[in-house]
């Protein structure tokens, strides 16, 4: 499939994310993001992508959960775990710079910062959460993060997060997520041990 897709038009995306897609200047997908893209917007099924770092896995599985998620709904519908502070801020980031005219509210919360502004930002209604394990695993014990409605479980650089000793964490925060999601496992390279994390 991805061998005849040379453009984003060609990933069933929609004129929205196209026209935000094209604002960043992007022009041809990568080959992760061909294969994968579809299959997201299509079929409910759960995905384990790996890909060097730089091919545009954060666009991968951003751009089907911004076109999946409701916006008219003020609860987190997908949550995306990544290793440290500073890829939770730039998957964020991108996330947010591909949105367009969406009235999506992404929210990132990570080890290091004010605790009583991602209160407020997660009161205020959000739709989409970025965070460290550690720090989504306290608020989600402190009951200022309900994930009952969440369609997306995202592992960005599971394998990263493993060797950082969060499988615990993971683990706790996979048995608070309601059955029926979609969980997305991306990776610059994928042990064994990552693979039965994401899909057990």
């Known amino acids: 499939m991805s061998e005849e897709i040379t453009s ?72 995306i775990l990544a290793p440290t502070r500073e890829l939770a801020v730039q998957d964020a980031e991108e996330i947010n710079s591909l949105k367009g005219e969406r009235h999506i509210h992404v929210a990132a919360i990570y080890g290091g910062a004010s605790y009583s502004l991602q209160f407020r930002e997660l009161r205020g209604g959000c739709q989409v959460v970025v965070g460290t394990p550690g720090r989504v695993l306290d608020h989600l014990k402190r009951g200022t993060l309900n994930l009952s409605n969440l369609k997306f479980m995202v592992l960005d650089e599971a394998d990263e997060m493993l060797d950082m000793g969060f ?10 997520t309601p059955d029926e999601k979609r969980t997305l496992c991306f990776s610059a390279t994928m042990p064994n041990r990552t693979l039965h994390g994401c899909v057990d």
Do not use: R
């Open 167 to 176: 499988i615990d964490d993971i683990e706790e925060v996979l048995k608070q």
């Open 8 to 79: 984003f038009a060609d990933l069933g995306l929609s004129e929205e994310t196209l026209k935000a897609i094209e604002q960043k200047g992007f022009t041809t997908p990568t080959p992760i993001q061909a294969a994968c893209i579809p299959l997201l917007l299509k079929n409910k099924v759960d995905v384990i992508g790996q890909a060097k770092t730089g091919t545009g896995k954060t666009a991968t599985f951003g751009l089907p959960i911004l076109e999946i998620v409701d916006s008219n709904e003020p609860v987190v519908q997908a949550l």
